[in-house]
């Protein structure tokens, strides 16, 4: 008869053991241990399950409870086994000894040991392992070796003797490795991340010939990598992801995905056809394909084969998470995180339909049974410390039974060969819930109508447009705008998308902004072609000797014309003006000063230079020389400044009163390029 389906649990107060279907009971023999619990795990073969307490370390036989280990071990925090049970593993919290040296905190142990006392028993091994990631060896299928990463090495030992180094595989800026599951062949994948501009890599190994690698793949935008193995350790997927997205479309990197044949004959980048992140990767455990969900939302679902080709695509659906049953005949993809909770089943033997759609909640676990007849789903602390608690439903979509828990923190089903299942197609028979279940759903509330997204009143009752959907819905795919804006024709939004099979309208351009009572404002076009027109019909009415009403009421940059003055008509004495003689005050001695290039009028006497009037705008720009004569003018005036200042008393520098000197010099170069004096 197979043994019944068993999990184990952790809360904030206890650890339990509890048989599933179609007992649902803790097992006979097991007693609930209680207090501050650490950690606890299943052997991989399924027959011990341990916990660490502050005080020791216990192991008891997973099928009837009795205690088998005992270890009198302080502050162990996590704990493990090798794939068959035989070695025990615990990891201490990292500290230092009297002499200030770390001590050796990874110790291996063996489960079952003859003639030897608990009180007495000694680890077989001691290691230095500071960091709590990836904290455990890593064991070949047969035990015949274990592994550990140091710096810029992996380092193997034959598990009977862990004091010395059996052989090691050195690779400059190894960060990751891992060993291949499969016991026909012992192969070690080595990854090295990007590293003074050299690209990143992944080389695979037999162990333990380290002269060449069998297989590898260089990259870039590798910062840090997943390795996933098949089941027969004849390929490794490998998941490379960067930290940062340089192209600005995701806030957590880039990843991609490559996949190597431990023989060499095969190593490619697997082809997605659908723009945006990988979200999960998962084998089937015949070995001969995997699951991808990738893309942005609504993602899309595709398995392939061993050599990285499409054979089937899911229809696309907000979600994250793909996993094969241990069987290899269903296959769940669900969203959970931020997505709605929903899982569903296909079964790959019936051409993919889909078995059923589960409403899980917000789960934070989902795991099948060994047997894959059922799907565990837990909420778990300290991601959500309100509604934890575990649920078992059937494959075909009911649910099983249900537990709530305060602070759940752990959950896991006991490891159990698919041979060992009881044989039968799962979906002709469902088995009857526990009364749980029952209780459980007579307590959830059924939405009589589904609420839905809010709609103002004027878009109820209508249809929803396009731009509003989900690709999945049929609105239009994702685009992301790789860093720059999305706007629309009229400088706001999206661009309007179009409407299939109708013609495109010609999008006028918005209608400007005014100010009431301002002129209008025009474009840089507009405004270019009518200063052209404008210097055009000026250069027209100068010859035939007429003149245009000057724009913006007369003022102008440009010099007065002969024999006007440069003064607004209010200073000339024009209707409401006056004849004061506006003029500039000199900042030092209060003495007239002009800035201006127009002639301001006769001053000290009727100078040459204050008297010779300016010539007209088109005159001045006819004149080869006007420049070296407005320059020599502005020569003059600051001469004529420093005059009057020396007139008013003021004590002046040695190069002021050669710069006065000069002036002479200065009005003959005025008369010797044609200007009047």
């Known amino acids: 008869m197979a043994s019944p389906l068993q999990f184990a649990y952790r809360t904030l107060k206890h650890i339990g053991v509890f048989d599933a279907a179609p007992a649902y009971e803790p097992p006979s023999g097991f007693t609930k241990p209680e207090g501050n619990l650490r950690c606890c795990a299943y052997s991989p073969c399924g027959r011990y399950f341990g916990w660490a307490s502050p005080e020791a370390v216990n192991v008891i036989d997973a099928s009837t409870g009795a205690g088998i280990l005992t270890l009198p071990i302080l502050n162990v925090y996590e704990l493990g086994f090798s794939p068959q049970g035989t070695f025990l593993i615990t990891w201490e919290r990292p500290a230092k000894d009297d002499n200030g040296d770390a001590t050796k905190n990874l110790k291996v142990w063996r489960t079952v040991e003859d003639g ?5 028993k000694q680890p077989i091994g001691r290691f230095v392992q500071k960091q709590q990631g990836s904290w455990n060896l890593q064991y070949t299928a047969d035990e015949k070796y274990c592994a550990r990463l140091v710096t810029n090495e992996v380092q193997f030992y034959e598990t009977h003797d862990l004091i010395t180094v059996w052989n090691k595989l050195r690779v400059e800026g190894a960060a990751n490795f891992s060993l291949a599951p499969g016991s026909k062949n012992h192969a070690v994948a080595v990854f090295v991340p990007e590293r003074k501009g050299q690209p990143a890599s992944v080389r695979v190994f037999n162990v333990p010939q380290f002269n060449a690698p069998i297989s590898q793949k260089t990259f870039f935008k590798g910062d840090k990598v997943q390795l996933k193995w098949n089941k027969r350790g004849s390929s490794i997927l490998v998941l490379a992801q960067t930290d940062v997205d340089r192209s600005g479309k995701s806030y957590y990197g880039e990843t991609t995905l490559y996949l190597l044949s431990t023989n060499g004959s095969f190593d490619a980048r697997v082809s997605l056809d659908k723009e945006g992140p990988i979200h999960d990767v998962s084998w089937s455990p015949n070995s001969r394909e995997f699951g991808v969900v990738y893309g942005y939302m609504p993602a899309k679902a595709t398995i392939f084969n061993d050599r990285a080709v499409a054979t089937h695509s899911f229809p696309l659906s907000p979600r994250n998470t793909i996993t094969f049953s241990p069987t290899g005949r269903f296959v769940l ?15 790959l033997e019936k051409d993919h339909r889909k078995v059923c759609t589960i409403e899980s909640g917000n789960p934070s676990v989902c795991e ?11 909420t778990t602390s300290p991601r959500l410390r309100v509604d934890n608690g575990v649920k078992l439903w059937h494959v075909a979509g009911s649910l099983m039974y249900n537990e709530d828990m305060v602070e759940l923190y752990n959950v896991v089903w006991r490891p159990q060969a698919p041979e060992a299942a009881a044989p039968g197609d799962p979906l002709t028979t469902v088995p009857s819930p526990h009364a749980s279940a029952a209780t459980y759903l007579g307590t959830v509330k059924t939405p009589s109508k589904p609420a839905g997204a809010y709609r103002p009143p004027g878009a109820r009752g209508l249809a929803t447009p396009l731009h509003f959907k989900r690709e999945d819905e049929g609105g239009a795919a994702h685009v992301v705008s790789n860093g720059t804006q999305n706007v629309g024709p009229n400088g706001f939004g999206r661009a309007r998308r179009a409407v299939p099979g109708a013609e495109l309208a010609d999008s006028a351009p918005a209608p400007s902004r005014s100010v009431p009572g301002a002129e209008p404002t025009e474009n840089d076009a507009a405004k270019k072609s009518k200063k052209k027109r404008s210097k055009k019909n000026n250069n027209n009415n100068q010859a035939d000797g007429k003149l245009e009403a000057e724009p913006n009421g007369g003022a102008s940059l440009a010099p007065p014309q ?8 209010e200073r000339r004495g ?3 003006g006056n004849d004061r003689n506006y003029r500039s005050r000199s900042r030092n001695n209060g003495g007239s000063r002009s800035r201006s290039n127009t002639n301001q009028g006769q001053r000290n006497g009727g100078n040459a230079a204050q008297q010779a009037p300016t010539q007209g705008a088109s005159a001045v720009d006819a004149n080869p020389h006007a420049k070296k004569i407005r320059s020599l003018q502005k020569k003059v005036r600051a001469i004529e400044d420093l005059e009057m200042r020396l007139a008013g008393g003021e004590k002046l520098e040695d190069t002021q009163l050669k710069k006065i000197n000069t002036k002479s010099a200065v009005l003959k170069e005025l008369q010797g390029l044609g200007a009047e004096s």
């Open 116 to 120: 030897v006392a608990a009180a007495d």
């Open 333 to 347: 993809v669900a969203g959970f995180g931020n997505l709605a909770g929903q899982i569903d089943v296909y079964d």
């Open 368 to 378: 099948w049974s060994p047997d894959s007849r059922y799907i565990m789903t837990a």
């Open 562 to 569: 002969k024999g006007q003055d440069g003064r607004s008509p």
């Open 574 to 576: 024009g209707a409401g």
